[in-house]
Protein backbone atom coordinates (compact mmCIF):
# COMPACT_ATOMS: atom_id res chain seq x y z
CA UNK A 1 0.00 0.00 0.00
CA UNK A 2 0.92 3.53 -0.45
CA UNK A 3 1.68 6.00 1.85
CA UNK A 4 0.18 9.19 1.30
CA UNK A 5 0.51 12.40 3.16
CA UNK A 6 -3.02 13.27 4.57
CA UNK A 7 -5.72 10.63 5.44
CA UNK A 8 -8.94 9.12 3.96
CA UNK A 9 -10.65 10.29 6.81
CA UNK A 10 -10.68 13.37 6.31
CA UNK A 11 -11.26 13.84 2.61
CA UNK A 12 -14.16 16.06 1.81
CA UNK A 13 -16.89 16.01 -1.05
CA UNK A 14 -15.60 16.57 -4.49
CA UNK A 15 -11.82 16.75 -3.34
CA UNK A 16 -9.58 15.75 -6.11
CA UNK A 17 -6.86 13.98 -5.97
CA UNK A 18 -3.85 14.51 -8.21
CA UNK A 19 -1.99 11.30 -8.79
CA UNK A 20 0.83 10.01 -10.56
CA UNK A 21 -0.39 8.21 -14.14
CA UNK A 22 1.14 5.63 -16.29
CA UNK A 23 2.14 8.37 -18.52
CA UNK A 24 5.59 9.64 -16.26
CA UNK A 25 4.64 13.28 -17.88
CA UNK A 26 0.67 13.13 -17.07
CA UNK A 27 -1.70 13.27 -13.80
CA UNK A 28 -4.54 11.59 -13.02
CA UNK A 29 -7.37 13.36 -11.24
CA UNK A 30 -9.86 11.02 -9.41
CA UNK A 31 -12.75 13.07 -7.51
CA UNK A 32 -13.91 11.45 -3.85
CA UNK A 33 -17.54 11.40 -3.79
CA UNK A 34 -18.51 9.88 -0.53
CA UNK A 35 -18.43 7.04 1.78
CA UNK A 36 -15.07 6.07 -0.11
CA UNK A 37 -16.64 6.00 -3.23
CA UNK A 38 -14.59 8.22 -6.23
CA UNK A 39 -15.10 8.76 -10.09
CA UNK A 40 -12.76 9.24 -12.69
CA UNK A 41 -12.35 9.30 -16.11
CA UNK A 42 -9.80 6.57 -17.90
CA UNK A 43 -8.60 5.43 -21.14
CA UNK A 44 -9.49 1.89 -19.85
CA UNK A 45 -13.43 2.57 -18.86
CA UNK A 46 -14.04 6.06 -19.12
CA UNK A 47 -16.47 8.10 -16.88
CA UNK A 48 -16.46 5.23 -13.86
CA UNK A 49 -16.66 5.08 -10.02
CA UNK A 50 -13.48 3.63 -8.26
CA UNK A 51 -13.51 2.21 -4.76
CA UNK A 52 -11.13 3.34 -1.90
CA UNK A 53 -9.40 0.09 -2.13
CA UNK A 54 -8.83 1.15 -5.98
CA UNK A 55 -7.18 4.06 -5.08
CA UNK A 56 -5.16 3.07 -2.25
CA UNK A 57 -2.76 1.06 -5.12
CA UNK A 58 -2.52 4.89 -6.73
CA UNK A 59 0.84 7.00 -5.42
CA UNK A 60 -1.51 10.28 -4.63
CA UNK A 61 0.67 13.48 -5.20
CA UNK A 62 -1.46 15.87 -3.65
CA UNK A 63 -5.12 16.73 -2.43
CA UNK A 64 -7.02 19.81 -3.67
CA UNK A 65 -10.29 20.94 -2.09
CA UNK A 66 -12.12 22.96 -4.14
CA UNK A 67 -14.44 25.83 -2.97
CA UNK A 68 -17.91 25.53 -4.63
CA UNK A 69 -20.90 27.73 -4.17
CA UNK A 70 -24.31 25.57 -3.47
CA UNK A 71 -25.45 25.34 -6.54
CA UNK A 72 -22.11 24.59 -8.09
CA UNK A 73 -22.16 21.94 -5.70
CA UNK A 74 -25.55 20.67 -6.96
CA UNK A 75 -24.66 21.39 -10.92
CA UNK A 76 -21.92 18.84 -9.80
CA UNK A 77 -23.90 16.37 -9.20
CA UNK A 78 -26.03 16.28 -12.11
CA UNK A 79 -23.35 16.66 -14.69
CA UNK A 80 -21.62 13.41 -12.56
CA UNK A 81 -25.23 11.58 -13.69
CA UNK A 82 -25.32 12.76 -16.86
CA UNK A 83 -21.33 11.81 -17.68
CA UNK A 84 -20.94 7.86 -16.15
CA UNK A 85 -20.14 6.33 -19.21
CA UNK A 86 -18.72 8.69 -21.19
CA UNK A 87 -15.54 7.74 -23.31
CA UNK A 88 -12.29 8.62 -22.46
CA UNK A 89 -10.19 10.61 -25.13
CA UNK A 90 -7.03 11.99 -24.67
CA UNK A 91 -7.10 15.39 -26.44
CA UNK A 92 -11.03 16.59 -25.20
CA UNK A 93 -12.27 14.50 -22.27
CA UNK A 94 -9.24 13.23 -19.98
CA UNK A 95 -9.52 12.90 -16.60
CA UNK A 96 -8.19 16.79 -16.04
CA UNK A 97 -11.39 17.71 -18.53
CA UNK A 98 -13.97 15.46 -16.40
CA UNK A 99 -12.66 17.02 -13.06
CA UNK A 100 -12.97 20.45 -14.72
CA UNK A 101 -16.14 20.14 -15.81
CA UNK A 102 -17.29 18.30 -12.98
CA UNK A 103 -16.68 20.96 -10.74
CA UNK A 104 -17.03 23.63 -12.74
CA UNK A 105 -18.77 23.15 -16.01
CA UNK A 106 -15.64 23.80 -18.45
CA UNK A 107 -13.86 20.71 -20.36
CA UNK A 108 -10.22 22.44 -20.03
CA UNK A 109 -7.24 20.22 -19.58
CA UNK A 110 -3.70 22.60 -18.79
CA UNK A 111 -2.14 19.00 -19.42
CA UNK A 112 -3.52 18.24 -23.09
CA UNK A 113 -3.14 22.08 -23.81
CA UNK A 114 0.75 21.77 -23.32
CA UNK A 115 0.74 18.62 -24.86
CA UNK A 116 -0.82 19.84 -28.18
CA UNK A 117 1.34 23.22 -27.66
CA UNK A 118 5.00 20.67 -27.51
CA UNK A 119 3.94 18.50 -30.24
CA UNK A 120 3.53 21.79 -32.89
CA UNK A 121 6.29 23.31 -31.15
CA UNK A 122 8.75 19.78 -32.20
CA UNK A 123 7.04 19.78 -35.83
CA UNK A 124 8.12 23.28 -36.68
CA UNK A 125 11.36 22.57 -35.15
CA UNK A 126 11.56 19.58 -37.00
CA UNK A 127 10.11 21.27 -40.13
CA UNK A 128 12.80 24.42 -40.29
CA UNK A 129 15.63 21.74 -39.42
CA UNK A 130 14.83 20.16 -42.57
CA UNK A 131 14.08 23.14 -43.93
CA UNK A 132 17.40 24.70 -43.75
CA UNK A 133 19.04 21.57 -43.88
CA UNK A 134 18.39 21.54 -47.69
Given at each position: M ?8 KL ?13 V???YI?Y??N???I ?16 L???I?KV ?5 T?E?RS???E?IIQ??G?Y?D?I??N ?10 G ?5 Q ?6 N?IA???AA?M???N??
Open positions: IQTKFHFDQKFDVLVCESEFVFKHILDNLFHNTPQSGVSYESKSEVKRKVIRPVLTQKAERTVFYADFCEHFTNFILFKRTSKAIETITILFMKTFKGN
